[in-house]
């Protein structure tokens, strides 16, 4: 069983940033892929950015290439996720996830999720 959790969210306002951070713990494969999501109120869990083992390739949303950064580091077990030049549109619960299949990319290939953290950008 692998616990993930979520921490860094809040209030910013557009063109701020914020830097989130997911710790996880319990027994899990380091060259398995982390990924953040997000849920914005009345949508689907969207994805944000992955990044597969340490050092390895990275990917982003279409919607935040080029603003947001994911970076983890193995040695504390957490995956961060920088945000710069905020957007309204980036208003949503993020999560982390963790799976156990090497190549996953998509929501339903992640297996271990966070409880989530509010991200609020004011316009």
């Known amino acids: 069983q692998v616990q993930l959790v979520e921490s860094g969210g809040g209030l910013v306002q557009a063109g701020g940033s914020l830097r989130l951070s997911c710790r996880w713990s319990?027994?899990?494969?380091?060259?398995?892929?982390l990924a953040w999501f997000r849920k914005a109120p009345g949508g689907e869990r969207e994805f944000v950015a992955l990044?597969?083992?340490?050092?390895?390739?990275?990917a982003y949303g279409d919607a935040v290439k080029g603003r947001f950064t994911i970076s983890r580091d193995d040695a504390v077990n957490t995956v961060y996720l920088q945000m710069d030049g905020l957007k309204s549109e980036d208003t949503a619960v993020y999560y982390c996830?963790?799976?156990?299949?090497?190549?996953?990319?998509?929501?339903?290939?992640?297996?271990?999720w966070g409880q989530g953290t509010q991200v609020t950008v004011s316009s």
């Open positions: 996830a963790a799976a156990t299949r090497l190549f996953a990319r998509t929501r339903d290939e992640f297996d271990y």
């Open positions: 990044h597969r083992y340490r050092g390895g390739p990275r």
């Open positions: 319990g027994v899990w494969d380091l060259n398995n892929p």
